[in-house]
């Protein structure tokens, strides 16, 4: 059973995602939160497997109750998720630098955030390839593209830049032409090798050191 946190200040939205959540026999909404303070409390005392977190709330807000709780090593495996009203918020990419799974838009659809709570409940991150890509590339593409990191083969980057865009291990698997198993293994080794914790800090990691670019950064405007 999928532990579930719902962590907004607006009764309704809580009551929404509470009912669409648990009418599935996997998931069950085990706390709910208004403010930031309340969602690290209920983290601390229930210990649920994923926390829904709206990132602008009264009090202490959804980035410090994050960056609470993906510090807290007593917390190491509660996966926070982000809800924000914006598919653009600075405050989103902190989040993730902090150690979040990944973050929906609140209009996601109703199966989209049912999926998204197993995806990141097994211990994957949320990466949509819509969003995520284009707000990291919002900050990164302010910094200089350094050397390619020594830490990594060219096969490894190459696996950093199809996560970073988006790709499943499946997916990956499939363009490279791999097993699932080795595509797996093969993302697994560079998270250690990069000490990142899952793979929404990878993409984070990729984008804001230059090791992956958009290619739209490369062109100019026009």
């Given at each position: 059973m999928i532990r579930v946190l719902l962590a907004d200040d607006q009764h309704l939205v809580r009551a929404g995602f509470s009912s669409l959540?648990?009418?599935?026999?996997?998931?069950?909404?085990?706390g709910e939160?208004?403010?930031g303070e309340a969602a690290l409390a209920a983290a601390r005392d229930l210990r649920p497997d994923v926390v829904l977190m709206d990132i602008r709330m009264p009090r202490a807000d959804?980035?410090?109750?994050?960056?609470?709780?993906?510090?807290?090593q007593r917390l190491a495996e509660v996966r926070v998720v982000i809800?924000?009203?914006y598919d653009l918020d600075e405050h989103v990419y902190g989040a993730l630098r902090a150690g979040a799974a990944?973050?929906?838009?609140?209009?996601?659809?109703?199966?989209?955030?049912v999926r998204a709570v197993r995806v990141v409940a097994r211990g994957d991150a949320l990466i949509s390839p819509a969003i995520t890509r284009r707000l990291i590339a919002e900050y990164a593409n302010r910094s200089p593209r350094p050397e390619p990191d020594p830490r990594l083969t060219p096969r490894e980057r190459e696996v950093v830049s199809l996560v970073a865009a988006g790709l499943s291990n499946d997916e990956i698997a499939a363009r490279l032409v791999l097993s699932p198993a080795t595509a797996r293994s093969a993302v697994s080794r560079i998270m250690a090798k990069l000490c990142v914790r899952d793979r929404a800090q990878l993409v984070v990691l990729a984008y804001e050191s230059g090791l992956v670019r958009p290619a739209w950064a490369a062109q100019p405007p026009g």
């Open positions: 959540l648990d009418d599935e026999d996997d998931i069950d909404v085990v939160a208004a403010d959804g980035l410090g109750a994050t960056r609470a709780i993906c510090g807290d809800l924000t009203t990944g973050f929906l838009v609140k209009d996601t659809e109703p199966d989209e955030l």
